[in-house]
Each structure stands twice: as C-alpha cells, then as structure tokens.
C-alpha cells in the first residue's frame, strides 16, 4: 500500500510541474538567472549576474556560457569531467573525476574555476531538473510525517539517489505544498563538507512554456535539527527566463 502511495504523490508532483510527456519530449533548458551569497564570498568567487545556462534533460551535463571569461565556455559532464573551452572550442582547463579532489586546506578556502564549474554545475542541474528527475532509474523513497506550513499540510519525501546521479549527498528530503509544488529540499553539501547541512527554500513560481519552476531560490544553514537558520544566506539563486528546448529544436 505505501508503495502505491507513494507512485500516486511522484505522479502528482510531476504532473504540477509541467508532466512527464512534457518533459521526455525536452533535450534541454536555457537559463538566464542571478546567483550570490555567502558561499561564493566564503570561496573567493565573483556572483553570477543574469548568465546564461543550458541544462540537460537527459543526463547530468551542465554549460556555463561566458565563464570564466566572456566568449568562453565551462562544461560540466557528471562526475566524469569539468572543462574550460575558449570562443573556438579548444580546451584551455580541464579536470577529471572532479568530485574526488575536494580536498585538503586549499578547498576549505577557495574554490578555482574548476571547483566551482563542478559544484555550480551539479547543484544547478539539480536544482532545475528536479522534480523530473525523479524519473529516472534507481531512486527508492520514504514517505515521511507530513507538517504544517504556513500554507496547509505539506507532504515530506526522503529520496535516496542512484549511485550515477551527482547530487549533494544521497539522501534527501523534499517538501511538497497543497498543489504538488516543491517548496524546500534538505540536503549536506558534502563538496563543502560533511557539516553543511542546508535548507533550500523555493518560491515564486512561474510558467515557462509548460514548465512550472520557482524563481526564488535562498538557501539557509541547517545544523541542527530541521529548522534552518534565518543566517548567513548561503546561496540566493534568481532565475530570470528558463526556455524549454524541444527535442525536435
């Protein structure tokens, strides 16, 4: 029975975001959107004013236009590789199995443009997949006590994520409103380090061409217990225009 329960509460989270016929039929997003906060200050990194993005809807691949430099271009492939190609496509950086080298004293300061191409590129593919990408294969969930928000009863979900999935860490907890539309994620950003538990708040939705997605991203710590703490903003995500690319584009 918990089973069915939960299959009917992912088909009708899909469904308030846009359906799964919408999206199998995507290849990507083009984004335009703001991103700031204490992370990048605390990582030596300049904010991300209106820039430009594509995401894949099909597998965990990330572009960066304009980054690190105008013309230029930073690509995140999975857990595989990060690269930094010039305006006519040679590879001027490059790193591979980047997940494995967030280590040691230099990272616990600063981040190079690698490092963060690799953390900015699976968090923001996340961040703009989810809730489809539930959809793809080896995800198990737990159908947690829902809670009272300021809004009604929201449902909770603990999602644990596939081993070929980049994610922050493996299990999450996602927040569902009345409507089916995410509302807050719980996660530890283990690139960060192992105590960076965090809770990612979601508001203002709109609609971007069938695609509903919220346009206000602010992400608070967590150290204790559920309750996020109201500072430092550890990243303030703003999204100006997604733009749903048809498979057939």
């Known amino acids: 029975m918990a ?15 846009g359906g799964a016929d919408f999206w199998r039929g995507l290849s990507g997003l083009d984004i335009q959107l703001s991103a700031a906060g204490f992370l990048f200050m605390a ?3 300049l904010p991300l004013r209106h820039a430009r993005m594509w995401a894949s809807t099909s597998e965990p691949r990330f572009v960066f236009y304009d980054y690190p430099h105008a013309g230029w271009r930073g690509e995140w492939i999975g857990d595989e590789e990060v690269r930094i190609l010039d305006p006519v496509g040679v590879v001027m950086a490059r790193r591979t199995r980047p997940r494995d080298t967030f280590h040691g004293l230099r990272r ?31 995800f198990s969930f737990d159908l947690l006590p829902p809670v009272q928000g300021p809004q009604g009863q929201v449902t909770r979900l603990a999602a644990t994520f596939p081993q070929d999935t980049p994610t922050h860490n493996r299990r999450q907890v996602f927040h569902f409103n009345e409507q089916h539309l995410l509302t807050r994620l719980d996660y530890t950003a283990e690139v960060v380090g192992g105590w960076a538990r965090a809770a990612h708040i979601c508001e203002d939705y709109r609609d971007f061409g069938g695609l509903k997605a919220p346009t206000r991203r602010r992400v ?16 303030a995500l703003d999204i100006d225009d997604i733009t749903p690319l048809r498979a057939s584009d």
Do not use: C, S
């Open 3 to 17: 089973g069915r329960d939960i299959q009917a509460i992912l088909d009708a989270i899909i469904e308030a975001h």
């Open 108 to 138: 616990q300061f600063r981040w190079d443009a690698l490092d963060f191409l690799y953390f900015g590129g699976y968090a923001t593919w996340n961040y703009l997949v989810t809730p489809f990408i539930f959809l793809r294969p080896g």
């Open 220 to 235: 608070w710590p967590m150290p204790f217990g559920d309750k996020p703490l109201g500072f430092p903003n550890l990243v």
């Open 43 to 45: 990582k030596g990194r």
